[in-house]
């Protein structure tokens, strides 16, 4: 016994009561339950996803995505999905038609991912897994039985993870994990007795992680860690001494990590670090003495130099490449290994901003890549090598826009790509290197969507490649450079439905969304969770064509579009959810032209985005809705050149982002909606150079971001106060001339977290209070420098949530505090080395929803309390192996909305009904409690409140006591988040729904009646199968019996019964609660002889065996009365009152005890009317009546004691009026 705040409490710790004390004897509980069901049918009752509406009952191009292609003689192979097979091998012979599956090799729908695809003397050898042997290495001579795994290298169902497969004259050399010496080197000549380890480079379970493969001259040359040297170059002859450290570059246990490895006429180029003169070029012959460096590009000392030279080609035995110098920035240079040798070969984008060359290939020894100079976007150049010979083959996005030239490959002396002209979208083209010979192959996919080819291949002096069409979707197409010559191979996919609903936007009761119903192609839709409230706002664009609605933006109730009438062009739009009201606002581009507005942001109010008016490029304009309002705020770049503000953030009604002014770069601007309040706040790269502000982000008042200054900080973490002096470097992560990069920025109560690499550890997770000191790595995840590369950080309820990789599993779901020892994975939801890939996460009223594939069923939707055992799966939308794949989950309400594909109607709306958030009272759905007023006339008055302020009240109807009508509680029987009422005649036995919309009735209904000879009583309502509607709860004291009456929007359902608590030894139904993390109502049951309290646990009408939580002395003065959250942990409490007016909380953790405290008392003449929510605090409060004053009072407490005593409301003494807590 023991004495807390002066009042003496007797707490025994939780047990398990016998199952059988909670039973009834048998005849007596067959003749209740035949009563009781004599008046109800008996249905089962389930909480699952559903669809909400097949909007697209059309056919619809299923992607099958052909990838991964390789030549085998005159074979094609490649890997594509469909849905009976998953993804799997298949083969072309490149014939129009002639594809086929080669083997199913994870049988049914699963997928046995084929990857690492590579020809070994006309034998195919890859990775996959069967589903019962892991990821293993497999070949296959392009016949069902010849594809066969080579040797199950890791036994059973581990995966060895073959990687990096390289042909070196004729043998098969890999990385792979065998499960006891750590990912090695390995060899193989197609048999399971040939394909061996070649070197265990690191002994024991430690990996060397061989890398970065190439084969030189018959010498295989990659990079691996020994755990002596760190990363360096080693080489391999196949044999255990012939594999070998080339040379210690970077001297003692530092990395050089070397990269980028490539034969350039039988001499080995790559990038390495030396620990001296940075990231810089590399050669070597093989020896340690002829493993040298070429020359320093980029000059530096102690580490902070470095060039990173990149995107190495060979042509015609010199090495051509891109590198960093502080003078010219990213440009082309070329090397024949000499010092002297290594140059510039132009300053395509004139001074240090560099032109950024990629991709690289050579054409009839022609080079040929993308580069922007400054004037003309990134677009196709080519080189011979020299400055005069280094020029612009064609500006195919006409102006300073980018065609993004990709995908570079030689077929037979022509040069194919793709590009976007602005016009046709991204398509093929093809160029003989010069301007009229740079044309477009065909338009695959008419409009401006474009077909993106991707994968270009030449395979037998034909292109190979993947397109989409809307005809067939993502399929394997080839080309002989010809529109007629350019044609679909196979349509492997197979047809579905589907309206693929996206960019969903949440407008406070109504879900706003795009989708194609086949018939009027993609427009607005809007949706209230029901089939018929799920209907086509406009068919803007009129026709099967449709729209393409880019952006969607909610700006305080008002929903702004950009799309396109067919008439006016890409332009903005706005809608209030009716045909009538979806109008353009303004055309800012006059007529067929397009002012093409974007990144719509609302700052105060008033909705910001950049467009284009034809005259003075893309700009930041600002809209009110009006076409008056809908104004240029200014032109940043005067005349043609395009300010192009991006990165559009609200930082205390300011508007902050990124643009050009033509002088300054690209740098941190600010803006309040005014031209001359719209002002670079600092040149942080002084000069023409750019300090590229991204991922900018308010923290508590406070700018985040990541940018590059002038002393060669590249792409470190910034804040800034929105002042000059104020823009300062937090701290610079990577030292020198490398970069961190931070990503992810997310604020978690005032710290920022973010994503980084410092050189060493790799991409972890750090955090910052904005000072150099407090800017520290929270945890190595993934010891080494490989990283966990955490992703998807979100705040959930002060927690961080995000994904990572932590070495021993594969990418799973993770939380931290911010302290290393709080840094966990929360669940490896696919054991061992397979990984979940969580996505898509999400905070819905403090819990993570998220998908993520187990395994075993797929990718399919999950929810998180944190916890392993609170971290679980949905019930499956696709079942078995295949993946719904759900995207865009957004919370409407009570119901989570996401797109899905159940694989019988395609990719489609569908959604959950959520868990409410407990409070009792709330008829304006704002989650804080009201006041329902009773007059003894039976006129029924809310009386609404915000934040223990008063607001109105509202008449809702009159329950005649005369005639037996009473309240028995408060619920929400349609799970809109307003409370209804729960009415019970005591003379007929009548029980009542009265749903109801704030102050407004929307129907009045007798649910059942149950004859009082019965004495069965309604106890209040609950939810107890979590589908945010309540159940009504029935009990018959004489015998202990409670039932549960199901409801479909207030009207009956069907009839569980639950369980049978033992009354014979003196237990009685108390109380409802939520004392788990499953949102489910629960039961508190107390003992009126021993004052033992237990609690049920239920699913549903499943009732586990009771649960012993505490017992009190029943001499000490103290009842339980009621149940509530009191420390805001989302799982219930108990209230308990002593008889001298205090009142206690039992603070518990699920059905564990935790502390006790008083946050006050009742004085005399007090009356505990609810226990609610009165403030934004999420813990509970009380509703005080005193009645000899007639004041009702909020007392609003902090998880510790009373904080405020507020009046809220006096209806005088003796008026009549009393009031109703919401429970019986």
């Given at each position: 016994m023991t004495i807390l705040y002066g009042y003496r409490i007797n707490l025994r710790r939780g047990k398990m009561l016998p199952a059988k004390n909670h039973f009834l004897g048998k005849s007596l509980h067959l003749v209740l339950s035949f009563l009781l069901l004599s008046f109800f049918a008996k249905t089962a009752i389930a909480q699952t996803p559903y669809l909400v509406k097949n909007i697209n009952t059309q056919p619809n191009p299923v992607s099958s995505g052909p990838r991964n292609f390789v030549q085998v003689g005159s074979t094609t192979f490649f890997t594509a999905r469909t849905l009976a097979e998953g993804v799997e091998l298949w083969k072309s012979d490149g014939t129009l038609g002639g594809a086929t599956l080669v083997k199913d090799i994870f049988p049914g729908p699963d997928d046995s991912s084929p990857s690492e695809l590579v020809n070994i003397g006309g034998t195919l050898f890859f990775m996959a897994s069967n589903g019962t042997n892991g990821q293993e290495l497999w070949k296959s001579d392009g016949t069902t039985a010849g594809t066969v795994m080579a040797k199950d290298i890791n036994p059973g169902t581990g995966n060895s993870s073959p990687r990096e497969l390289v042909n070196v004259d004729g043998t098969l050399f890999f990385q792979a994990?065998?499960?006891?010496?750590?990912?090695?080197?390995?060899?193989?000549?197609?048999?399971?007795?040939?394909?061996?380890?070649?070197?265990?480079?690191?002994?024991?379970?430690?990996?060397?992680?061989?890398?970065?493969?190439?084969?030189?001259?018959?010498?295989?040359?990659?990079?691996?860690?020994?755990?002596?040297?760190?990363?360096?170059?080693?080489?391999?002859?196949?044999?255990?001494?012939?594999?070998?450290?080339?040379?210690?570059?970077?001297?003692?246990?530092?990395?050089?990590?070397?990269?980028?490895?490539?034969?350039?006429?039988?001499?080995?180029?790559?990038?390495?670090?030396?620990?001296?003169?940075?990231?810089?070029?590399?050669?070597?012959?093989?020896?340690?003495?002829?493993?040298?460096?070429?020359?320093?590009?980029?000059?530096?000392?102690?580490?902070?130099?470095?060039?990173?030279p990149g995107s190495f080609l060979n042509m015609g035995g010199i090495l051509f490449f891109s590198a960093f110098d502080e003078t010219n920035g990213l440009e082309l240079w070329k090397s024949d290994g000499t010092p002297s040798g290594t140059v510039l070969v132009k300053d395509i984008n004139p001074g240090s901003g560099g032109s950024g060359p990629g991709e690289l290939v050579s054409v009839g020894g022609t080079l040929f890549f993308s580069a922007s100079d400054g004037i003309n976007g990134g677009e196709?150049?080519?080189?011979?090598?020299?400055?005069?010979?280094?020029?612009?083959?064609?500006?195919?996005?006409?102006?300073?826009?980018?065609?993004?030239?990709?995908?570079?490959?030689?077929?037979?002396?022509?040069?194919?790509?793709?590009?976007?002209?602005?016009?046709?979208?991204?398509?093929?083209?093809?160029?003989?290197?010069?301007?009229?010979?740079?044309?477009?192959?065909?338009?695959?996919?008419?409009?401006?969507?474009?077909?993106?080819?991707?994968?270009?291949?030449?395979?037998?002096?034909?292109?190979?490649?993947?397109?989409?069409?809307?005809?067939?979707?993502?399929?394997?197409?080839?080309?002989?450079g010809t529109a007629v010559g350019t044609l679909l191979v196979n349509n492997i996919g197979?047809?579905?439905?589907?309206?693929?609903?996206?960019?969903?936007?949440?407008?406070?009761?109504?879900?706003?969304?795009?989708?194609?119903?086949?018939?009027?192609?993609?427009?607005?839709?809007?949706?209230?969770?029901?089939?018929?409230?799920?209907?086509?706002?406009?068919?803007?664009?009129?026709?099967?064509?449709?729209?393409?609605?880019a952006e969607i933006e909610n700006v305080s109730g008002t929903l702004f579009i950009t799309a396109s009438d067919g008439v006016n062009g890409q332009e903005l739009w706005k809608s209030d959810g009716t045909p009538s009201g979806t109008v353009l606002v303004k055309d800012i581009v006059p007529g067929a032209g397009s002012g093409i507005p974007r990144l719509l942001t609302e700052v105060g109010g008033t909705l910001f985005f950049q467009a284009n008016d034809g005259t003075n490029g893309h700009e930041l304009w600002k809209s009110d809705g009006t076409a008056a309002g809908t104004v240029m705020v200014k032109n940043i770049f005067p005349g043609f050149g395009n300010g192009a503000p991006q990165?559009?953030?609200?930082?205390?009604?300011?508007?902050?982002?990124?643009?050009?002014?033509?002088?300054?770069?690209?740098?941190?601007?600010?803006?309040?909606?005014?031209?001359?309040?719209?002002?670079?706040?600092?040149?942080?790269?002084?000069?023409?150079?750019?300090?590229?502000?991204?991922?900018?982000?308010?923290?508590?008042?406070?700018?985040?971001?990541?940018?590059?200054?002038?002393?060669?900080?590249?792409?470190?973490?910034?804040?800034?106060?929105?002042?000059?002096?104020?823009?300062?470097?937090?701290?610079?992560?990577?030292?020198?001339?490398?970069?961190?990069?931070?990503?992810?920025?997310?604020?978690?109560?005032?710290?920022?977290?973010?994503?980084?690499?410092?050189?060493?550890?790799?991409?972890?997770?750090?955090?910052?209070?904005?000072?150099?000191?407090?800017?520290?790595?929270?945890?190595?995840?993934?010891?080494?420098?490989?990283?966990?590369?955490?992703?998807?950080?979100?705040?959930?309820?002060?927690?961080?949530?995000?994904t990572a990789s932590g070495g021993i599993s594969g990418r799973e779901l993770w939380k931290s505090d911010g302290t290393t020892a709080g840094t966990v994975m929360v669940k490896d939801i696919n054991p061992g080395l397979g990984t979940s890939s969580p996505r898509g996460l999400v905070d819905i009223n403090g819990i993570l929803f998220f998908t993520a594939s187990d395994g075993i069923n797929g990718e399919e939707v999950w929810k998180s309390d944190g916890t392993s055992?609170?971290?679980?799966?949905?019930?499956?939308?696709?079942?078995?192996?295949?993946?719904?794949?759900?995207?865009?989950?957004?919370?409407?309400?009570?119901?989570?909305?996401?797109?899905?594909?159940?694989?019988?109607?395609?990719?489609?709306?569908?959604?959950?009904?959520?868990?409410?958030?407990?409070?009792?009272?709330?008829?304006?759905?704002?989650?804080?409690?009201?006041?329902?007023?009773?007059?003894?006339?039976?006129?029924?008055?809310?009386?609404?409140?915000?934040?223990?302020?008063?607001?109105?009240?509202?008449?809702?109807?009159?329950?005649?006591?005369?005639?037996?009508?009473?309240?028995?509680?408060?619920?929400?029987?349609?799970?809109?988040?307003?409370?209804?009422?729960?009415?019970?005649?005591?003379?007929?036995?009548?029980?009542?729904?009265?749903?109801?919309d704030g102050n407004s009735v929307?129907?009045?209904?007798?649910?059942?009646?149950?004859?009082?000879?019965?004495g069965v009583e309604p106890r209040g309502v609950g939810d107890f199968d979590g589908d945010g509607e309540d159940e009504i709860i029935i009990y018959h004291p004489p015998s202990g019996f409670i039932g549960l009456v199901y409801l479909a929007s207030g009207t009956f359902s069907s009839f569980e019964e639950a369980t049978t608590i033992d009354i014979a030894n003196n237990w009685t139904l108390k109380n409802t609660g939520h004392f788990n993390s499953d949102n489910k109502t629960d039961l508190l049951i107390t003992n009126t002889v021993t004052g033992e309290s237990a609690v049920i646990e239920m699913d549903g009408s499943t009732a586990t065996p009771p649960t012993s939580i505490f017992t009190f002395d029943p001499s000490s003065g103290w009842t339980v009365i009621d149940t509530g959250d009191f420390n805001g942990d989302k799982k219930s409490d108990v209230l308990i009152l002593h008889t001298s007016g205090a009142l206690g909380v039992l603070v518990m953790?699920?059905?564990?005890?935790?502390?006790?405290?008083?946050?006050?008392?009742?004085?005399?003449?007090?009356?505990?009317?609810?226990?609610?929510?009165?403030?934004?605090?999420?813990?509970?409060?009380?509703?005080?009546?005193?009645?000899?004053?007639?004041?009702?009072?909020?007392?609003?407490?902090?998880?510790?004691?009373?904080?405020?005593?507020?009046?809220?409301?006096?209806?005088?003494?003796?008026?009549?009026?009393s009031y109703h807590g919401g429970k019986p």
């Amino acid at each position: 016994m023991t004495i807390l705040y002066g009042y003496r409490i007797n707490l025994r710790r939780g047990k398990m009561l016998p199952a059988k004390n909670h039973f009834l004897g048998k005849s007596l509980h067959l003749v209740l339950s035949f009563l009781l069901l004599s008046f109800f049918a008996k249905t089962a009752i389930a909480q699952t996803p559903y669809l909400v509406k097949n909007i697209n009952t059309q056919p619809n191009p299923v992607s099958s995505g052909p990838r991964n292609f390789v030549q085998v003689g005159s074979t094609t192979f490649f890997t594509a999905r469909t849905l009976a097979e998953g993804v799997e091998l298949w083969k072309s012979d490149g014939t129009l038609g002639g594809a086929t599956l080669v083997k199913d090799i994870f049988p049914g729908p699963d997928d046995s991912s084929p990857s690492e695809l590579v020809n070994i003397g006309g034998t195919l050898f890859f990775m996959a897994s069967n589903g019962t042997n892991g990821q293993e290495l497999w070949k296959s001579d392009g016949t069902t039985a010849g594809t066969v795994m080579a040797k199950d290298i890791n036994p059973g169902t581990g995966n060895s993870s073959p990687r990096e497969l390289v042909n070196v004259d004729g043998t098969l050399f890999f990385q792979a994990n065998d499960g006891t010496n750590g990912t090695e080197l390995w060899k193989s000549d197609g048999t399971t007795s040939g394909t061996v380890l070649v070197k265990d480079i690191r002994p024991g379970l430690g990996a060397s992680s061989p890398w970065e493969m190439v084969n030189v001259g018959g010498t295989l040359f990659f990079r691996a860690l020994n755990g002596t040297n760190g990363q360096e170059l080693w080489k391999s002859d196949g044999t255990t001494t012939g594999t070998v450290l080339v040379k210690d570059i970077n001297l003692g246990s530092a990395n050089s990590s070397p990269g980028s490895l490539v034969n350039v006429a039988g001499t080995l180029f790559f990038q390495a670090d030396d620990g001296i003169n940075g990231r810089e070029l590399w050669k070597s012959d093989g020896t340690s003495s002829g493993t040298v460096f070429v020359k320093d590009i980029n000059p530096g000392t102690g580490g902070t130099g470095g060039s990173p030279p990149g995107s190495f080609l060979n042509m015609g035995g010199i090495l051509f490449f891109s590198a960093f110098d502080e003078t010219n920035g990213l440009e082309l240079w070329k090397s024949d290994g000499t010092p002297s040798g290594t140059v510039l070969v132009k300053d395509i984008n004139p001074g240090s901003g560099g032109s950024g060359p990629g991709e690289l290939v050579s054409v009839g020894g022609t080079l040929f890549f993308s580069a922007s100079d400054g004037i003309n976007g990134g677009e196709l150049w080519t080189s011979d090598g020299t400055a005069s010979g280094t020029v612009l083959v064609k500006d195919i996005y006409p102006g300073t826009e980018t065609s993004f030239p990709q995908e570079l490959v030689d077929v037979e002396g022509t040069l194919f790509f793709n590009a976007n002209d602005g016009a046709n979208g991204e398509e093929l083209w093809k160029s003989d290197g010069t301007t009229a010979g740079t044309v477009l192959v065909k338009d695959i996919n008419p409009g401006t969507m474009g077909s993106g080819p991707i994968g270009l291949v030449n395979v037998g002096e034909t292109l190979f490649f993947t397109a989409y069409d809307d005809a067939n979707g993502l399929e394997l197409w080839k080309s002989d450079g010809t529109a007629v010559g350019t044609l679909l191979v196979n349509n492997i996919g197979i047809d579905e439905g589907g309206s693929f609903p996206t960019e969903f936007v949440n407008t406070g009761s109504t879900l706003f969304f795009m989708a194609n119903d086949g018939t009027n192609g993609h427009e607005l839709w809007k949706s209230n969770g029901t089939p018929s409230g799920t209907v086509l706002v406009k068919d803007i664009f009129p026709g099967l064509a449709g729209n393409f609605l880019a952006e969607i933006e909610n700006v305080s109730g008002t929903l702004f579009i950009t799309a396109s009438d067919g008439v006016n062009g890409q332009e903005l739009w706005k809608s209030d959810g009716t045909p009538s009201g979806t109008v353009l606002v303004k055309d800012i581009v006059p007529g067929a032209g397009s002012g093409i507005p974007r990144l719509l942001t609302e700052v105060g109010g008033t909705l910001f985005f950049q467009a284009n008016d034809g005259t003075n490029g893309h700009e930041l304009w600002k809209s009110d809705g009006t076409a008056a309002g809908t104004v240029m705020v200014k032109n940043i770049f005067p005349g043609f050149g395009n300010g192009a503000p991006q990165e559009l953030v609200d930082l205390g009604g300011v508007l902050f982002f990124r643009a050009s002014n033509g002088t300054n770069g690209w740098e941190l601007w600010k803006s309040d909606g005014t031209t001359t309040g719209t002002v670079l706040v600092k040149d942080i790269f002084p000069g023409f150079a750019s300090s590229n502000p991204t991922e900018l982000l308010d923290v508590n008042g406070t700018l985040f971001f990541t940018a590059t200054n002038s002393v060669g900080i590249k792409q470190e973490l910034w804040k800034s106060d929105g002042t000059a002096s104020g823009t300062l470097l937090v701290k610079d992560i990577n030292p020198g001339y490398a970069k961190s990069d931070p990503k992810d920025l997310v604020n978690i109560n005032g710290t920022l977290f973010f994503t980084a690499d410092d050189g060493t550890n790799g991409r972890e997770i750090w955090k910052s209070d904005g000072t150099t000191t407090g800017t520290v790595m929270v945890k190595d995840i993934n010891l080494g420098t490989d990283g966990s590369n955490p992703e998807e950080l979100i705040n959930v309820d002060g927690t961080l949530f995000f994904t990572a990789s932590g070495g021993i599993s594969g990418r799973e779901l993770w939380k931290s505090d911010g302290t290393t020892a709080g840094t966990v994975m929360v669940k490896d939801i696919n054991p061992g080395l397979g990984t979940s890939s969580p996505r898509g996460l999400v905070d819905i009223n403090g819990i993570l929803f998220f998908t993520a594939s187990d395994g075993i069923n797929g990718e399919e939707v999950w929810k998180s309390d944190g916890t392993s055992s609170g971290t679980v799966k949905l019930p499956d939308i696709a079942p078995g192996s295949f993946s719904s794949n759900a995207h865009e989950l957004t919370q409407v309400g009570n119901t989570l909305f996401f797109s899905a594909n159940d694989g019988l109607t395609g990719r489609e709306l569908w959604a959950f009904s959520l868990p409410k958030y407990q409070v009792l009272n709330d008829f304006d759905g704002d989650d804080d409690s009201d006041v329902l007023a009773v007059h003894s006339s039976g006129v029924l008055v809310s009386v609404r409140l915000e934040n223990s302020v008063f607001q109105d009240f509202g008449f809702l109807l009159q329950a005649d006591p005369a005639a037996g009508w009473t309240v028995n509680a408060t619920g929400d029987f349609n799970n809109d988040k307003n409370s209804d009422l729960l009415l019970y005649n005591t003379t007929t036995g009548e029980y009542r729904t009265v749903l109801l919309d704030g102050n407004s009735v929307l129907s009045d209904t007798v649910v059942f009646t149950i004859d009082p000879v019965i004495g069965v009583e309604p106890r209040g309502v609950g939810d107890f199968d979590g589908d945010g509607e309540d159940e009504i709860i029935i009990y018959h004291p004489p015998s202990g019996f409670i039932g549960l009456v199901y409801l479909a929007s207030g009207t009956f359902s069907s009839f569980e019964e639950a369980t049978t608590i033992d009354i014979a030894n003196n237990w009685t139904l108390k109380n409802t609660g939520h004392f788990n993390s499953d949102n489910k109502t629960d039961l508190l049951i107390t003992n009126t002889v021993t004052g033992e309290s237990a609690v049920i646990e239920m699913d549903g009408s499943t009732a586990t065996p009771p649960t012993s939580i505490f017992t009190f002395d029943p001499s000490s003065g103290w009842t339980v009365i009621d149940t509530g959250d009191f420390n805001g942990d989302k799982k219930s409490d108990v209230l308990i009152l002593h008889t001298s007016g205090a009142l206690g909380v039992l603070v518990m953790d699920g059905l564990t005890f935790q502390s006790f405290y008083v946050p006050g008392g009742l004085s005399p003449g007090w009356e505990l009317v609810n226990v609610g929510h009165y403030n934004s605090d999420k813990k509970a409060d009380f509703l005080i009546h005193d009645t000899n004053t007639g004041d009702l009072l909020t007392a609003v407490q902090d998880g510790a004691t009373v904080t405020t005593y507020t009046p809220v409301l006096n209806l005088g003494v003796g008026s009549g009026w009393s009031y109703h807590g919401g429970k019986p």
